[in-house]
């Protein structure tokens, strides 16, 4: 069973918009991480949340916000986008951390800014 | 620094045929995880396969087979008997468990379609 849920599945959102992707995981998983994925691209790590601790890539910026209401859901909070944030979002989920356990992937959202 | 390189961006190939996709891989741990990824259209990524450092003994998992050569830092897959369903973007990844660091370094894909 390796089921990472995301809602919505496609967004289409202005500048100015206020927005939350959601990811939920049904597998008692304790790492749960939010990656961006441009087109014909690898995704790219964005966050990690763990042992109720989170950890930033550094190269994300500030209108980006994540938020872990409960060990199962992982939201990430959008606030004046720019158009070059358009891309596939995607949300992974993984037993634990320490690089060894297999992370699994949810569907993906994908945003357009316009 | 860890680095994964799949040399080849994009190969077709007519259904039935064997079609194997390279990876190369580079770290300086002795300890780490190989992965294999495959995203249909659709945009998910499925895992296909994870391979600790110490277990260099070849898998077979139906029509999918993985090569994985220490001594040339590769680990290399095989779909014997292609189907179109076997169309997708497929990534291999890298991730070492040190603490504190722990992400996965994937290369940049190869997207694969199969010809009817």
């Known amino acids: 069973d390796t089921e990472v849920t995301q809602t919505p599945k496609h967004l289409v959102m202005g500048m100015t918009n206020k927005k939350s992707l959601k990811c939920e995981q049904h597998?008692?998983?304790?790492?749960m991480y939010w990656y961006k994925q441009k087109a014909k691209k690898p995704p790219e790590l964005m966050f990690v949340?763990?042992?109720?601790?989170?950890?930033i890539n550094e190269s994300v910026p500030s209108r980006f916000s994540p938020e872990c209401p409960n060990s199962s859901l992982l939201n990430l909070h959008l606030h004046a986008l720019q158009p070059e944030d358009s891309a596939l979002y995607l949300c992974?989920?993984?037993?634990?951390?320490?690089?060894?356990?297999?992370?699994?992937f949810g569907p993906g959202t994908r945003l357009l800014v316009l | 620094a860890q680095k994964v390189t799949q040399a080849q961006t994009e190969i077709s190939v007519v259904e039935k045929e064997d079609v194997t996709l390279d990876c190369v891989y580079e770290?300086?741990?002795?300890?780490?995880?190989l992965f294999w990824y495959k995203q249909p259209p659709s945009g998910e990524l499925v895992f296909l396969i994870r391979?600790?450092?110490?277990?260099?003994q070849n898998e077979i998992s139906g029509r999918y087979s993985w090569n994985f050569q220490k001594s040339t830092s590769s680990f290399n897959f095989t779909i014997t008997a292609s189907q179109v369903v076997d169309s997708a973007v497929y990534f291999c990844?890298?991730?070492?468990?040190?603490?504190?660091?722990?992400?996965?370094?994937f290369g940049t894909g190869t997207r694969l379609t199969i010809i009817p």
């Open positions: 992974a989920s993984s037993q634990g951390l320490a690089g060894k356990e297999t992370q699994y």
């Open positions: 597998m008692g998983h304790r790492a």
């Open positions: 949340y763990s042992y109720e601790k989170l950890s």
């Open positions: 770290t300086r741990d002795t300890t780490y995880y």
């Open positions: 391979r600790n450092s110490f277990d260099e």
């Open positions: 990844a890298l991730s070492e468990p040190n603490f504190g660091n722990e992400k996965l370094t």
